[in-house]
T-cell receptor
């Protein structure tokens, strides 16, 4: 069964460093998402992406964040200058089409900012 | 008022019990309702998805939606220790961005 994959599974970085989290969505899916979950808190929407542009973003998704689909398979989340409060699990999700389908999540990348 | 409210638990039941998990939501524009299961430090796994009031059954799982009360439920019959996880309700409108509840932690004791 096709699934969303994410790399790395765990990323440790120093505050102020740039990180890139990578995702390979399910191959025939058209809509892509990033969510994050701070330890012990709820899963929060960050951004949605369709047709090579951002569809919607949350208040969390400020100028430090960017997303890109550099080729036909990868979908990346970049954090330019990480802060301690960026430490969280980051989940990528993808969805096939507009009306009745829903989102399938990857296993997540645990980001630890020291 | 929070958009989606969910009792965090934990909920501890003996093996074989019927489990009832619930969420309430505030915005009547929400039209799609999902239940995800999440094991510790893993990604949410889709269990059930519905977009109408009423019941939807899949094996031991039944999802129930009452749009008039803005209330959704997940029932698990014949619960197993392997069902021990956190259960997340998620709701969306036409934007399709998911709004999650805080999750209910379930423990099924052998």
């Amino acid at each position: 069964e096709p699934e969303v994959t994410q790399t790395p599974s765990h990323q440790v970085t120093q505050m102020g460093q740039e990180v890139i989290l990578r995702c390979v969505p399910i191959s025939n899916h058209l809509y892509f998402y990033w969510y994050r979950q701070i330890l012990g808190q709820k899963v929060e929407f960050l951004v949605s992406f369709y047709n090579n542009e951002i569809s919607e973003k949350s208040e969390i998704f400020d100028d430090q964040f960017s997303v890109e689909r550099p080729d036909g398979s990868n979908f990346t989340l970049k954090i330019r200058s990480t802060k301690l409060e960026d430490s969280a699990m980051y989940f990528c999700a993808s969805r096939k089409r507009v009306s009745t389908d829903t989102q399938y999540f990857g296993p997540g990348t645990r980001l630890t900012v020291l | 008022q929070k958009e989606v409210e969910q009792d965090p638990g934990p909920l501890s039941v003996p093996e074989g019990a019927i489990v009832s998990l619930n969420c309430t939501y505030s915005n009547s524009a929400f039209q799609y309702f999902m239940w995800y299961r999440q094991y510790s430090r893993k990604g949410p796994e889709l269990l059930m998805y519905t977009y109408s009031s009423g019941n939807k059954e899949d094996g031991r799982f039944t999802a129930q939606v009452d749009k008039s009360s803005k209330y959704i439920s997940l029932f698990i019959r014949d619960s197993q220790p392997s069902d021990s996880a956190t259960y997340l309700c998620a709701i969306t409108d036409s934007s399709y961005k998911l709004i999650f509840g805080s999750g209910t932690r379930l423990l099924v004791r052998p």
